[in-house]
Structures are given as structure tokens and as C-alpha cells.
């Protein structure tokens, strides 16, 4: 496999993983029966060479756990790792954030942490703590901003995120935006233009086929940061994706292997415009993710067959 992408056509390294390696469905239907937790990251990495650390968005890694995953790990890994969703913009409950900065925060009327310059700050510089070690070690990937859907043109702008990435600097960030409203008109282009500035990559995503102001539009595949691309795959169930109470139920969607085989196909054009593209499948319920990235690992001809799936076992 080619390692840099660039103007002569040389293709960038595909790195193809799915978003947690500890999910429920994963426990029950892909890892082996009985496998204990601390077993299960190791089995992962054999399987795959980066993951989307989803953990992180609910809490600041404990120092001693990331040991344990670079130890865990081949000396290859990549750890791919979603920021704090306090960072992200999302409603977040004291009791989340680091226990030394839960008496420090101001709370809104309904028990949430308002989100003030000195609070911002705090998290980052805490989060980017134990981040170092995986920086260290050679294992640390993207640093994955997920934005609330709440986050929109209509009350926000994007120089709100200025601070924040300042603190980031010299790390690679790639910015999910969950709100359509930001890909409209005038306002792509001002994104798109504000990404590039602060060298942050666009998170492309694999998303229903319908407009509403929560999905993002699929193959938007600009490259703003020259060093990576980023593409995150959520299903392509409209209404599982507008109606879900719940992650797993958002996201519940077994793509098909036609359906693979134009992934594959927009992840080579992705590896051709930079040095990595990050794949990730986010269709976490069950072994849905696990499975259809295996799938296109062998499209890609990264491995030469996919394992079966438990239930094929069990036939």
C-alpha cells in the first residue's frame, strides 16, 4: 500500500476502524464468547489498525487506562479520539467533567455547565493530558470534534471554536458538523474556509438520503486539511436516523456488500487527495460496524477474507 498521497497519484494510507471497540452489540455478537474486557482491545487490533476512542466524549481517560491501550496495541495502532462533548457543544452534566473542576463550574438553570471561556480551557488542557501519552507513543491519530446539532449559523459562529483550536494546535482535529444549515449556500463556503485556515479536516459522512437539519449531505469530500481525510459512516436509515432515541437505534443500519464496494471506491478517491484517510464505521448496533469494516477491508484488499460472524457459527 502506498503511503503518501499527492499530485503524482500516489494513493494515501486507508486506515479503516469502527467508532468504540467496547459497544454492547460488539460484546454480544462479534467478540468470542466469554472474552474477558481486558481481552477484547488486543482481538480488536487484530483485526483492525486504528479505532475511534468513543469513551472519551463521556469522560477525561484516566492516565493509567491509556497505558493499558498503548500496551495493548501494536506499535502501529492508531488511536483515533472524540473529545469531550463539553468541548463538542453538547448539554453536559457537572458530574462528567474532571472531579477537580466539577465545584468550578457555573451551571445553568437546569443543572448544566455553561460553557465559559475558563471551563473551556480547564477541560482541554486536562483532555490533552493523558492525549500526550498516546502523542508519545506514536499512537495518536485525529482528534475528533463532534459537534451538537445544536450548533448552528443561526445562533452560533465559527470564531466561538477559535479558542478551542488554538489549544489543539499542532494535533491533527478533524470537526463533524451536525447541522445541514452549515453546508447551505454561503455557508459551506465560509466552513469550508474557516477548516482550511485552521488546518482541520472536514468530516465527510455516509448519511440517509433526506434533508433535515440533523444530516449532514453525504458525499461532501472536501479536503481541508492536506494532511488527512476523515470519513464517518452512520447508516443510511432516514427514519431510524431522525427518530432514535438512542445511539444503537440511530444508528442501526447492516450495509450491503454493493454498499461496501462504493465506500471502497470513495475511500481510494479520499487516499488520493492525502497522506491518510481515516474510515470509520459508526453504525454501532450489534456487530454491524465490526462487519462492514472487515468487508471493506477485503475490498480494499487490506486482508484477504473477512472472519464469519458469530451467527454464521452457530449455523
Request: charged share 25%; proline share 7%; glycine share 4%.
Amino acid at each position: 500500500m502506498s503511503q503518501t498521497g499527492d499530485e503524482t497519484g500516489k494513493a494515501g494510507r486507508i486506515l479503516v476502524g469502527t467508532a468504540s471497540w467496547a459497544d454492547p452489540g460488539f460484546i454480544e455478537r462479534w467478540y468470542p464468547k466469554g472474552m474477558p474486557a481486558t481481552d477484547r482491545l488486543p482481538w480488536y487490533a487484530q483485526h483492525f489498525e486504528m479505532v475511534e476512542v468513543n469513551s472519551t466524549f463521556y469522560s477525561v481517560p484516566d492516565p493509567r487506562m491509556v497505558e493499558r491501550w498503548i500496551h495493548s496495541t501494536p506499535d502501529d495502532f492508531t488511536f483515533d479520539v472524540k473529545l469531550h462533548q463539553l468541548l463538542s457543544r453538547h448539554s453536559t452534566a457537572a458530574k462528567l467533567l474532571p472531579p477537580a473542576l466539577q465545584k468550578k463550574a457555573e451551571l445553568d438553570g437546569k443543572g448544566k455547565v455553561l460553557l465559559t471561556p475558563e471551563i473551556e480551557e480547564a477541560v482541554a488542557r486536562e483532555f490533552l493530558k493523558p492525549v500526550e501519552l498516546l502523542r508519545s507513543a506514536g499512537k495518536l491519530g485525529v482528534l475528533l470534534l463532534q459537534l451538537s446539532p445544536a450548533f448552528s449559523p443561526r445562533k452560533h459562529q465559527l470564531d466561538e471554536l477559535r479558542p478551542l483550536l488554538a489549544l489543539l494546535d499542532g494535533r491533527e482535529v478533524a470537526i463533524e458538523f451536525r447541522n445541514r444549515n452549515w453546508a447551505e449556500g454561503e455557508r459551506l463556503e465560509e466552513m469550508l474556509s474557516f477548516l482550511r485556515e485552521h488546518s482541520a479536516a472536514l468530516v465527510s459522512v455516509d448519511t440517509p438520503a433526506k434533508e433535515h437539519f440533523t444530516i449532514m449531505p453525504t458525499e461532501l469530500d472536501e479536503i481541508t486539511n492536506p494532511e488527512v481525510a476523515y470519513l464517518r459512516l452512520h447508516g443510511r436509515d432516514a427514519h431510524a436516523y431522525t427518530t432514535g432515541k438512542t445511539v444503537a437505534a440511530r444508528f442501526n443500519y447492516d450495509y450491503s456488500d454493493e454498499e461496501i464496494e462504493g465506500i471502497a471506491e470513495r475511500s481510494k478517491k479520499l487516499a488520493k487527495q492525502a497522506p491518510q484517510a481515516h474510515i470509520v464505521f459508526n453504525n454501532n448496533t450489534h456487530d454491524y460496524a465490526p462487519h462492514a469494516a472487515l468487508r471493506l477491508r477485503v475490498a480494499l484488499k487490506q486482508i484477504a477474507k473477512a472472519p464469519p460472524r458469530q451467527a454464521e457459527l452457530s449455523l
